[in-house]
């Protein structure tokens, strides 16, 4: 008589085998489950900050500049959704597991008896969602503030989908990366600071020198506001099949470091 | 009869030996995070002039010289009410801060030293804003001897309206969330790099009594003709926050527990 291996292992205790797919998609559903309800206190935290943070800058940039012309009305709109998203990834994240390393209980949480696959897919799933409230009120709050017509197509959901894997993907990779959360912690804020007053998100990259607008080309930032924009807008987004590949590639990096950094046993 | 020590606790020399030993503390508590804290705020404050000016494509001359003064005030006024309570909020995380409070110092000397590690920090940054803003827009600039005081006076109202919410708030969490939001609130929705006609008259309205306005003036005022009036009204409101500010530090740490 054949029992199937998942009744019965032969080990005490142990009824399943640890790996297939039921096995994985189990290991995911836990972990969302854990994710949420250890987080249960801060996520409301985080949807609101993400939408004041979204809003807010979506606004900020009005007050510097009472009249602004139309075209870069449609810059802000488009580029504050994008200005709402990166935080999420680089640097709540980033946060979290520099937070996990001061409270000790980040080696605890690779421990656990998932495929660390699945930890990183259900940390991927929860931060995509706290990010997305902010991104529609970000857009909702530009689009009634500088009276723009949007020309939103459904393209604009593999856009922020793969924006938020890419911004996930890189934060993880250095928070994981880098061991020391004060070092981790700096570059967060360089980040912020990068993102917000050197790059192309929510202004032409037209205003860039050509050599800037070239390094732009190859960071993701530029990429994400284009994909985005283009799902947003008529006309004004072009070459987005090189943005596309961009963002492609530097989540694939991202993620390839990340699996590799959680991967190796300690 | 005492052979420990023959000092009296009191006096100018006990007080001034006392700031003194206070400095070098802080200094020496914070030697790894002032060099970092000096390079950040030099960045900041290069890094608005160039950014700002980067992203818009080029400022007119008005939105110009209320960056470039702006940003001299932001950056002295960050590292007090920003960095400063998050130092705080890490002493009470770690547990060091009741420590810190036992010294044998007058507090007062503890508050002026934390004063003069901000003055430390902040200045540098300043001088480099306004060095990267006088060669970027050419500014028609009239350095006139009241920024003196209104340099001392922004640091001074800004640091203490910093340690107030540092002390007078229990939680690390909520002094950390609170900084967080100050320096959105400062950089964003504050009259400081901009002029307070882009506001909406309800927040123009709110910000005749908050500080960060008052500091934009006269800061301002000291470099600049005829761009600023009404100083002696932002010089009361400053000075205003800054006895309340007081005031809720000492009642928090003059008490005794």
């Known amino acids: ?266 | 009869m005492t052979t420990a020590s023959w000092d009296l606790r009191g006096g100018i020399g006990y007080w001034w030996h006392s700031y003194r030993q206070m400095v070098r503390w802080e200094l020496v508590g914070l030697r790894l995070v002032v060099p970092i804290s000096v390079a950040v705020q030099i960045l900041t404050g290069a890094g608005f002039i160039f950014g700002i000016d980067l992203l818009f494509g080029g400022l007119d001359p008005r939105a110009a010289l209320f960056l470039s003064t702006g940003v001299i005030v932001v950056t002295l006024i960050t590292v007090g009410l920003v960095m400063g309570p998050q130092f705080v909020a890490q002493q009470k995380t770690e547990q060091t801060y009741d420590f810190l409070w036992s010294l044998p110092v007058p507090r007062t000397t503890a508050a002026l030293a934390w004063l003069t590690i901000n003055g430390i920090i902040a200045v540098p940054g300043m001088l480099v804003a306004l060095a990267a803003a006088a060669w970027r827009f050419d500014l028609p600039l009239v350095i006139s001897p009241s920024i003196a005081p209104a340099i001392l006076v922004t640091l001074f109202s800004g640091t203490m309206v910093g340690y107030a919410i540092a002390h007078v708030v229990p939680s690390p969490v909520a002094i950390g969330l609170i900084s967080q939001v100050m320096i959105f609130f400062i950089l964003g929705f504050s009259p400081i790099n901009y002029p307070i006609d882009n506001l909406p008259g309800w927040l123009a309205g709110l910000h005749e009594w908050l500080p960060f306005h008052h500091m934009a003036q006269v800061v301002r005022g000291g470099l600049t003709e005829g761009v600023v009036s009404g100083m002696a009204r932002s010089y009361a409101v400053l000075t205003g926050w800054s006895v309340v500010a007081i005031a809720a530090t000492a009642a928090v740490l003059g008490r005794r527990r």
């Open chain 1, 1 to 266: 008589m054949t029992a199937s291996p998942r009744e019965v292992t032969g080990v005490v205790g142990v009824d399943r085998v640890r790996s297939g797919t039921r096995w994985w998609i189990d290991g995911y559903a836990s972990m969302l489950r854990w994710d949420v309800a250890s987080l249960r206190e801060q996520l409301p935290f985080f949807v609101i900050i993400q939408m004041m943070l979204g809003a807010g800058m979506a606004l900020m940039y009005g007050f510097y500049f009472t009249d602004i012309p139309p075209v870069a009305a449609t810059y802000i709109s488009t580029g504050a959704p994008v200005l709402a998203i990166i935080p999420v990834g680089m640097t709540m994240v980033p946060s979290l597991v520099i937070q996990q390393r001061f409270e000790q209980t980040y080696d605890f949480l690779w421990s656990l008896p998932v495929p660390r696959l699945a930890t990183m897919l259900s940390n991927l799933t929860v931060f995509t969602l706290i990010s997305l409230p902010g991104v529609a009120i970000t857009l909702g709050v530009a689009a009634w503030r500088y009276d723009i017509d949007l020309a939103v197509t459904w393209d604009v959901v593999p856009a922020v989908l793969l924006s938020s894997v890419m911004g996930v993907a890189v934060g993880f990779s250095f928070a994981h990366a880098i061991r020391e959360p004060r070092l981790a912690n700096l570059v967060v804020n360089l980040i912020i600071f990068f993102v917000t007053l050197f790059s192309p998100i929510a202004f032409p990259i037209e205003n860039f020198p050509e050599w800037f607008a070239s390094v732009h080309r190859v960071l993701p930032f530029y990429a994400m506001a284009q994909t985005v924009r283009e799902g947003l807008t008529e006309g004004l987004a072009t070459d987005v099949a090189r943005s596309y590949l961009v963002l492609t590639a530097w989540a694939v990096a991202g993620w390839t470091i990340a699996a590799r950094v959680v991967g190796r046993r300690s």
